[in-house]
């Protein structure tokens, strides 16, 4: 089995060519939906994108765009271990990483027992290996487990993984709009969920990476892999992690222009990811920016990629 990756740290992909269809098992939830978890975030003008100097044309941060976002609820965590297990063990439901029989994991986590269960790794990022038996309990091959963990994000879940929880949960994904304008709290020109300085009042306020890209990790703010989703302060709005911990599903097509269907890249199979996660660095992948935007396959897993629901 082949693999390839789409861009640097944030985006290991699967090969294209092993797209599958999915049978449609999930059915909308008939109950009530519980927003208990969940903020109502007010309707608003938003300006989208980012033009200063470290934003990116390449990734489509510019041209900015405004745009008005009706109020909606949206997850104030992003679905944790726990949750996903619950819709597990109620619909039965097979991810992408088990039904492909592996997931890519960053090699920090892979130990000596593992290494036999490596069937590959991307050329240009050799940092990530296709691990069998990895997936959303197994996040680091079979032998591992959540067990500690069940308040961390789900991580391993694709795009089409995500999208059958929220089917199930009686949500949806959001949209980028609705991803930046929450992420910022309503904060024209906020580089991150809590200012513009990323270590503001001296603190550590996301999980990223701090030390040397990809060997050495300092863990300054505690964490080598994901975070617990409660760990670090909300933003205004109430939200916990939009920076950092785990890259997040968004229900957009991505695309390098947005609205220009002509754009490279706009293409379904290519969906939107938000808000970095534990391996961001400013060296490699500063893209824990709010405005920052990746995209990766609909099929693809990792070991930081997760999503939280919006309604």
């Known amino acids: 089995m082949t693999t390839s990756n789409s861009r640097s740290c944030c985006s290991v992909s699967r090969n294209q060519s092993l797209l599958i269809d999915k049978e449609d098992r999930i059915s909308e939830t008939s109950m009530s939906v519980n927003t208990s978890d969940m903020v109502l975030i007010p309707a608003g003008e938003f300006l989208l994108g980012s033009e200063d100097e470290d934003s990116s044309g390449e990734d489509g941060e510019y041209p900015r765009r405004r745009v008005m976002v009706p109020s909606f609820y949206m997850d104030q965590y992003a679905v944790t271990n726990e949750q996903f297990n619950q819709f597990i063990q109620e619909t039965g439901y097979s991810t992408d990483a088990e039904r492909y029989g592996w997931s890519f994991v960053f090699h920090l986590f892979v130990n000596e027992d593992h290494k036999k269960d ?56 959001p949209t980028e709009a609705e991803w930046e304008y929450a992420a910022s709290s309503g904060v024209i020109d906020r580089k991150y969920p809590w200012g513009n300085e990323l270590h503001q009042d ?15 990790n300092t863990k300054e703010d505690g964490f080598l892999g994901t975070a617990p989703v409660d760990h670090f302060q909300p933003n205004e709005f109430g939200l916990y992690s939009m920076s950092g911990n785990v890259w997040e599903w968004c229900e957009d097509t991505f695309s390098t222009q947005p609205g220009n269907k002509n754009s490279f890249l706009t293409d379904d199979s290519m969906k939107l990811i938000k808000g970095g996660s534990y391996l ?32």
Not at 202 to 216: A, L, M, R, S, T
Request: charged letters at 20%.
């Open 118 to 173: 490596i069937i590959g790794s991307p050329e240009t990022t050799p940092w990530w290996f296709a691990l069998q038996g990895a997936s959303w309990k197994h996040p680091e091959g079979v032998h591992s487990s959540i067990a500690d963990r069940l308040n961390h994000p789900v991580i391993h879940v694709s795009w089409n993984d995500a999208q059958a929880y929220c089917k199930w949960a009686g949500k949806r994904l």
């Open 202 to 216: 001296d603190k550590h306020h996301c999980n990223i990476w701090q030390g040397e890209f990809p060997h050495v």
């Open 280 to 311: 961001c660095h400013e060296s490699y992948c500063n893209r824990y920016r709010i405005s920052a935007r990746t995209f990766n396959t609909i099929d693809s897993s990792t070991g930081h990629m997760g999503f939280r629901c919006a309604k």
